[in-house]
């Protein structure tokens, strides 16, 4: 989950396909470093200043060079915001733009970042919005930057509820956005989405304390970056009504996260979808079982199976428990895990389709939050 993947247009570099970046210096040698037009290229360097350790890169076209773009009286060629959108977006069929990360068969992202997105109003929107659909689909989180044209707290709040459709428990927004010396402009300051340095700083904190754990406070401080404005205590708590995170700066601690909840905070009752850490660790648990099942090919979906299953689910389980990530002072307290006669119908039994289903305490001893996976024997995860 630690794994963030950018979706923008850089300098250089292949179109269309996911590229691994483990440092900024490889990012620079293969798609060019700090390009002016792409606020993802900055993105990407605060993210590895704030901890990242891995990224896929997917380049987009620059719509203002395609024949997309407008052709101003001057002669000088403008993209419009529905044609950066469909650029970012690419083709669901083709597998481009964001759906080039259908593609990934390892080292799958749990983060996704789209800062051009943010720039170009509603059709930002549009943007987020499907890329909430294959969040969904590929169990990662949407880091969404605060919109160019929301800069103040009544302007953030008052897009927030313009766009209801957002509030979904995949994303994540942080206000307000910070700034950073812009190499290209002789280290004068300037204003950028959030997002990159935020998925660093969860890829860091991930490694260091646990998914589970909470990105907000003393202990999460952003690196390199300043805030871009204050905010009051009345704004803050109005924000995270809305489900917006706070950034912070502390005397004497430094630019922090102030705020964990996911967009989904106002309509959401479950804990495990207003709150970051939560959401996340149930998306990693589910990817870990999808991942490291092992699949027996030649089995038998029988009792023996299910035992194996359960044989290997249970100290998984029992290890994230003894780590803290789990509530209750026993075992039993803390977690189950179920796969027999009970989780099975007799079409799942007649189809070969095993199901097993767990329950993992987050807040409170005893108080399971259920999840569920279901394999088909010899083939891959549902």
């Given at each position: 989950?630690?794994?963030?993947?950018?979706?923008?247009?850089?300098?250089?570099?292949?179109?269309?396909?996911?590229?691994?970046?483990?440092?900024?210096?490889?990012?620079?040698?293969?798609?060019?470093?700090?390009?002016?037009?792409?606020?993802?290229?900055?993105?990407?360097?605060?993210?590895?200043?704030?901890?990242?350790?891995?990224?896929?890169?997917?380049?987009?076209?620059?719509?203002?060079?395609?024949?997309?773009?407008?052709?101003?009286?001057?002669g000088?060629?403008?993209?419009?915001?529905?044609?950066?959108?469909?650029?970012l977006?690419?083709?669901?069929?083709?597998?481009?733009?964001?759906?080039?990360?259908?593609?990934?068969?390892?080292?799958?992202?749990?983060?996704?970042?789209?800062?051009q997105?943010?720039?170009?109003?509603?059709?930002?929107?549009?943007v987020?919005?499907?890329?909430?659909?294959?969040?969904?689909?590929?169990?990662?989180?949407?880091?969404?930057?605060?919109?160019?044209?929301?800069?103040?707290?009544?302007?953030?709040?008052?897009?927030?509820?313009?766009?209801?459709?957002?509030?979904?428990?995949?994303?994540?927004?942080?206000?307000?956005?910070?700034?950073?010396?812009?190499?290209?402009?002789?280290?004068?300051?300037?204003?950028?989405?959030?997002?990159?340095?935020?998925?660093?700083?969860?890829?860091?904190?991930?490694?260091?304390?646990?998914?589970?754990?909470?990105?907000s406070?003393?202990?999460?401080?952003?690196?390199?970056?300043?805030?871009?404005?204050?905010?009051?205590?009345?704004?803050?708590?109005?924000?995270?009504?809305?489900?917006?995170?706070?950034?912070?700066?502390?005397?004497?601690?430094g630019?922090?996260?102030?705020?964990?909840?996911?967009?989904?905070?106002?309509?959401?009752?479950?804990?495990?979808?207003?709150?970051?850490?939560?959401?996340?660790?149930?998306?990693?648990?589910?990817?870990?079982?999808?991942?490291?099942?092992?699949?027996?090919?030649?089995?038998?979906?029988?009792?023996?199976?299910?035992?194996?299953v359960?044989?290997?689910?249970?100290?998984?389980?029992?290890?994230?428990?003894?780590?803290?990530?789990?509530?209750?002072?026993?075992?039993?307290?803390?977690?189950?895990?179920?796969?027999?006669?009970?989780?099975?119908?007799?079409t799942?039994?007649?189809?070969?389709?095993?199901?097993?289903?767990?329950?993992?305490a987050?807040?409170?001893?005893?108080?399971?939050?259920?999840?569920?996976?279901?394999?088909?024997?010899?083939?891959?995860?549902?």
């Open positions: 989950m630690d794994i963030a993947a950018f979706v923008d247009v850089f300098a250089q570099g292949p179109l269309h396909e996911p590229v691994p970046v483990q440092s900024w210096q490889e990012f620079q040698m293969l798609f060019g470093g700090f390009e002016a037009t792409s606020e993802a290229s900055y993105g990407v360097y605060l993210f590895f200043e704030n901890g990242g350790e891995f990224a896929w890169i997917v380049r987009v076209e620059d719509a203002s060079k395609t024949g997309l773009a407008l052709v101003s009286s001057s000088e060629r403008q993209a419009s915001p529905s044609s950066i959108a469909r650029c977006l690419g083709s669901a069929s083709g597998n481009t733009g964001i759906y080039a990360l259908r593609t990934l068969r390892r080292k799958k992202p749990g983060l996704l970042v789209i800062p997105a943010a720039e170009i109003g509603s059709e930002g929107v549009k987020y919005r499907e890329a909430l659909t294959l969040c969904r689909e590929l169990g990662m989180m949407l880091l969404v930057d605060p919109p160019l044209m929301a800069d103040s707290p009544a302007e953030m709040r008052a897009w927030l509820n313009e766009n209801p459709d957002l509030a979904q428990p995949e994303a994540v927004l942080y206000y307000p956005r910070v700034l950073f010396p812009d190499a290209l402009q002789h280290g004068r300051n300037r204003s950028f989405g959030p997002s990159g340095c935020v998925a660093g700083l969860y890829s860091w904190l991930d490694q260091e304390r646990g998914v589970w754990q909470s990105p406070g003393l202990h999460a401080p952003l690196e390199a970056v300043m805030v871009g404005r204050d905010l009051g205590p009345e704004d803050q708590s109005s924000l995270a009504l809305l489900g917006a995170n706070a950034i912070r700066d502390f005397p004497g601690h630019v922090v996260l102030w705020g964990a909840r996911t967009l989904a905070t106002k309509q959401a009752p479950e804990p495990e979808r207003r709150y970051v850490s939560l959401r996340r660790f149930m998306l990693a648990i589910e990817r870990s079982l999808q991942t490291d099942l092992p699949l027996v090919l030649d089995a038998t979906n029988d009792e023996a199976l299910w035992a194996k359960r044989g290997l689910v249970e100290p998984f389980f029992e290890g994230l428990w003894r780590r803290g990530a789990f509530q209750g002072e026993k075992a039993e307290d803390a977690f189950f895990v179920r796969c027999d006669r009970t989780t099975m119908t007799e799942d039994l007649a189809e070969g389709r095993l199901v097993l289903q767990y329950g993992v987050l807040v409170r001893s005893g108080e399971f939050t259920l999840g569920r996976v279901a394999l088909q024997v010899g083939s891959e995860a549902e």
